[in-house]
């Protein structure tokens, strides 16, 4: 006796799966085919096509705003360094509408910001410690230079590219765990923004704009330090940038979370 098959929650139609084995018995889909889609089914899956076509530096300002933007050319001149011969940005216009609507909306404050991709270290480097040449990094706070750390503080931090961040923070008031649910909860295809992008991109908007983002409150990142306490950048007032690291179970209502969407293209 033939078995019959019942298939539930699916959006395949019984038209569809006729066609489907008619075309395995006439050869249409041969072994190869068939292999292919068993080996990774999810590369045959429909995309919307919107959500993988980047868009140009120039719509994307047109869209968030200029005032939301700083290109690679500015970022660089006030760095120091040669700006890249491409600096594509790696997001599709429905990310940046969706971004936009956000900020528009007074939930967000999603700026389009490029990132060298300089670490700590190098960034303290470069701006220093004296609090009358602003800005710099806090004097008397360099445990992150020691030796132990160089498994996260002597690497390039990231790929130079553009970062979608958002510096309206969350996650005040609970620990490491809850501030992780909520950006699963409520922010998908986000993450927490590395540390050392994180502190590149606040002294650029300082630079560039003369806005001073965190100046009192902690971006707490998901970087180990070499205790396993994970590293805390923030509190950027008139001393400087204070580098510190929590644990886990630490809250407080000046650690918090930033955001940033992760690459799309």
């Known amino acids: 006796m033939r078995k019959k098959v019942v298939i539930t929650q699916s959006s395949v139609t019984a038209e569809q799966l006729e ?13 190869e085919e068939l292999e292919s889609f068993l080996d990774n089914p999810k590369k045959f899956s429909k995309v919307d096509s919107d959500c993988c076509e980047p868009i140009t530096m120039a719509a994307a300002a047109d869209i968030l705003g200029a005032d939301k933007v700083l290109t690679a050319e500015a970022v660089c ?76 503080n002597v690497q390039p931090a990231e790929a130079a590219n553009y970062c979608l961040i958002n510096f ?24 927490r923004v590395n540390p050392h992008v994180f502190s590149e991109a606040i002294i650029s908007l300082f630079k560039l704009k003369g806005e001073r983002m965190a100046a009192n409150w902690l971006h707490r990142s998901a970087v180990l330090r070499s205790d396993g306490s994970r590293i805390s950048v923030g509190d950027f007032d008139d001393s400087g940038l204070l580098v510190r690291n929590h644990h886990d179970a630490d809250l407080c209502a000046s650690l918090r979370v930033v955001i940033c969407r992760k690459i799309e293209n």
């Open 19 to 31: 066609d489907f084995f008619r075309m395995i018995k006439d050869g249409s889909i041969g072994f």
């Open 168 to 191: 309206q923070p969350i996650g005040a008031n609970v620990n490491y765990g809850k501030q992780d649910l909520e950006i699963a909860k409520n922010f998908s295809g986000c993450e």
């Open 77 to 152: 001149s006030v760095w120091g360094v040669s700006p890249p011969l491409d600096s594509s940005v790696c997001y599709s216009e429905k990310t940046i509408l969706t971004c936009a609507a956000a900020n528009k909306s007074g939930k967000a404050d999603w700026r389009l910001v490029y990132i060298i991709g300089q670490t700590l270290c190098r960034q303290r480097e470069i701006v220093g410690v004296d609090k009358f040449q602003q800005p710099c990094f806090y004097n008397n706070n360099d445990w992150y230079l020691e030796e132990a750390e160089n498994t996260w």
